[in-house]
């Protein structure tokens, strides 16, 4: 049973360049999110959605987009990079929203802008 | 706005002792509260959680204690092990939204 699993694990960027970090969980989870690990601030919500077709914004969305047109696959797009988005990315995912299921999270993408 | 604050970025214990981790809150609206514990290169892992209707919650060395008046959650972890090395983050849930503080680095000393 794999999980949650993102790629790429490592990828540098230049400034501008575009690209999409993905991921898939294969629970049947309805709810999955994408959170961004920077020192100091613990791990911020960028965007969520409750089920295919239906996406919404975290705390700190912009300059990411996302879909969700299966159950499975949730990728975050990153459309022109900057610097201030090195950062680790973590995708999670749980059985619903609002219920008391906890977040089941994949390993990470690390991901530097030059 | 830092709405959930772990204000210890490190803490030091013997092995055998008990860890005692701490976390605060600033909105009222949260319902549930989760502990999270995290090693290097790999995702968070769930711990234990609490309801906002309870006031602790056990599960074999780890206790999680809620004091809603006082908004502050803390986490016992009772004997500490090597093991439990890592990152430790708690998160406060309001809505479909889940806001996590900033981590504590425990570190189990032999």
Same mark, same amino acid.
């Given at each position: 049973?794999?999980?949650?699993?993102?790629?790429?694990?490592?990828?540098?960027?230049?400034?501008?360049?575009?690209?999409?970090?993905?991921?898939?969980?294969?629970?049947?989870?309805?709810?999955?999110?994408?959170?961004?690990?920077?020192?100091?601030?613990?791990?911020?919500?960028?965007?969520? *959605?409750?089920? %295919? =077709?239906?996406?919404?914004?975290?705390?700190?969305? +912009? #300059?990411?987009?996302?879909?969700?047109?299966?159950?499975?696959?949730?990728?975050?797009?990153?459309?022109?990079?900057?610097?201030?988005?090195?950062?680790?990315?973590?995708?999670?995912? *749980?059985?619903? %929203? =609002?219920?008391?299921?906890?977040?089941?999270?994949? +390993? #990470?993408?690390?991901?530097?802008?030059? | 706005?830092?709405?959930?604050?772990?204000?210890?970025?490190?803490?030091?214990?013997?092995?055998?002792?008990?860890?005692?981790?701490?976390?605060?809150?600033?909105?009222?609206?949260?319902?549930?509260?989760?502990?999270?514990?995290?090693?290097?290169?790999?995702?968070?892992?769930?711990?234990?959680?609490?309801?906002?209707?309870?006031?602790?919650?056990?599960?074999?060395?780890?206790?999680?204690?809620?004091?809603?008046?006082?908004?502050?959650?803390?986490?016992?972890?009772?004997?500490?092990?090597?093991?439990?090395?890592?990152?430790?983050?708690?998160?406060?849930?309001?809505?479909?939204?889940?806001?996590?503080?900033?981590?504590?680095?425990?570190?189990?000393?032999?």
């Amino acid at each position: 049973n794999a999980g949650v699993t993102q790629t790429p694990k490592f990828q540098v960027l230049k400034t501008g360049q575009s690209m999409t970090l993905q991921c898939a969980q294969d629970m049947n989870h309805e709810y999955m999110s994408w959170y961004r690990q920077d020192p100091g601030m613990g791990l911020r919500l960028i965007h969520y *959605s409750v089920g %295919a =077709g239906i996406t919404d914004q975290g705390e700190v969305p +912009n #300059g990411y987009n996302v879909s969700r047109s299966t159950t499975e696959d949730f990728p975050l797009r990153l459309l022109s990079a900057a610097p201030s988005q090195t950062s680790v990315y973590f995708c999670a995912s *749980s059985y619903m %929203a =609002g219920d008391n299921s906890p977040l089941h999270f994949g +390993n #990470g993408t690390r991901l530097t802008v030059t | 706005d830092q709405q959930v604050k772990q204000n210890s970025p490190s803490l030091s214990v013997q092995e055998g002792r008990i860890s005692i981790l701490n976390c605060d809150y600033t909105n009222s609206m949260f319902d549930y509260f989760l502990w999270y514990k995290k090693y290097p290169a790999e995702g968070p892992t769930f711990l234990i959680s609490i309801s906002s209707i309870k006031d602790k919650n056990e599960d074999g060395r780890f206790t999680v204690f809620l004091n809603k008046s006082a908004k502050h959650l803390s986490l016992h972890i009772v004997p500490s092990q090597p093991g439990d090395s890592a990152v430790y983050f708690c998160a406060a849930r309001r809505a479909q939204k889940l806001v996590f503080g900033q981590g504590t680095r425990l570190t189990i000393n032999p």
